[in-house]
């Protein structure tokens, strides 16, 4: 049982590019979440999803994108990559939004 | 929106002490969880405790929900207990989960 696995685990990017980080879970998990982490800090929402199809933004949307074709997939794109950027991602599923959330091991992102 | 609050934000031990981190919210909150990030960065759920008291091994957590705070307990801390302590609550009404700064400890050997 794999629980939530995050693709890739170490990026660097140069300003401007684009890139999609991929979490899939195999739990069945209705919610899905991106988060980032950045040094000395918790984490922050970027965005979140309720269900397959559904999107919505969290604490820090902007200058990302989300899809969630798939239940078990939730894709963070960044369209154009910018230093601020930099930092840790992480990816959470849980069944309920009251339920536990269960975090990958995090995506460590430079952008150049 | 919610303020998180978690005390101290750094804390040394030697091996076998005991210790108390606190989170303080500042408003209602329908769940809350306590998180341990270990030295490689991965995040391990300890708690699911939006009231009362739950008891794992040499961990305890505590939420008095209507004083909006929570205590974590650790007991015989080991050097595997290092790392960062994150609470995290999620605002009444709404889907977000707001993370505290952390309490940073380190377990001497």
């Known amino acids: 049982n794999a629980g939530v696995t995050q693709t890739p685990k170490f990026r660097v990017l140069k300003t401007g590019q684009s890139m999609t980080l991929l979490c899939a879970q195999d739990?069945?998990?209705?919610?899905m979440y991106w988060y980032r982490q950045d040094p000395g800090m918790g984490l922050r929402l970027i965005h979140y999803?309720?269900?397959?199809?559904?999107?919505a933004k969290g604490e820090v949307p902007d200058g990302y994108n989300v899809s969630r074709l798939k239940k078990q997939n939730f894709l963070l794109g960044l369209e154009s990559a910018a230093p601020s950027q930099t930092s840790v991602y992480f990816c959470?599923?849980?069944?309920?939004?009251?339920?536990?959330?269960?975090f990958g091991d995090g995506t460590r992102l430079s952008i150049l | 929106g919610i303020q998180v609050e978690q005390s101290p934000p750094d804390l040394i031990l030697q091996e076998g002490a005991n210790s108390t981190l606190r989170c303080n919210f500042s408003?209602?909150?329908?769940?809350l969880q306590w998180f341990h990030q270990n030295p490689w960065g991965q995040l391990i759920n300890l708690f699911y405790?939006?009231?009362g008291t739950k008891q794992n091994g040499r961990l305890s957590a505590t939420t008095v929900a209507t004083e909006r705070y929570s205590l974590l307990y650790i007991s015989s801390s080991q050097t595997t207990d290092s790392g960062v302590y994150f609470c995290?609550?999620?605002?009444?009404?709404?889907?977000?989960?707001?993370f505290g700064a952390g309490t940073r400890l380190f377990v001497k050997a």
């Open positions: 959470a599923s849980s069944w309920d939004r009251r339920e536990p959330q269960h």
């Open positions: 739990m069945n998990h209705e919610y």
């Open positions: 999803s309720v269900g397959e199809g559904t999107t």
């Open positions: 408003d209602s909150v329908n769940n």
């Open positions: 405790i939006p009231s």
């Open positions: 995290a609550v999620l605002d009444t009404g709404g889907f977000k989960t707001i």
